[in-house]
């Protein structure tokens, strides 16, 4: 059984940090492309970032500069550095897995997802 597992969500004030973690257990997704979404109450769900096995990045436009995703293969994890949140970035963060090598940033072409960690940045 696929899981993704997120980690590392919370509240922080405005301009600080945080770090997500996306746990993949049930199988390998070494060769997977990964992304990060976000989705906030009213909201249609939101591309953040994704990363494909061998690195090649996409950023969001609302996140460029302030975010980072990065991966570990050997852990089957995937990682999103948040600095200098601001009180727009709250929302729930979904981690994605596509059966794929290719970088979308299209919800609907991941096929795995994760529970979501609530990310609340205030003023």
Not at 31 to 59: C, D, H, L
Request: positive net charge; glycine residues 10%.
């Amino acid at each position: 059984q696929v899981q993704l597992v997120e980690s590392g969500g919370g509240l922080v004030q405005a301009g600080g940090s945080l770090r997500l973690s996306c746990a993949a257990s049930g199988r390998t997704f070494s060769r997977n492309a990964m992304g990060w979404f976000r989705q906030a109450p009213g909201k249609e769900r939101e591309f953040v970032a994704a990363i494909s096995w061998s690195g090649t990045i996409y950023y969001g436009d609302s996140v460029k500069g302030r975010f980072a995703i990065s991966r570990d293969n050997v852990k089957n994890t995937v990682y999103l550095q948040q600095n200098s949140l601001k009180p727009e970035d709250t929302a729930v963060y979904y981690c994605a897995a596509r059966n794929s090598l290719v970088v979308v940033p299209t919800p609907s072409h991941y096929s795995y997802w994760g529970q979501g960690t609530q990310v609340t940045v205030s003023s």
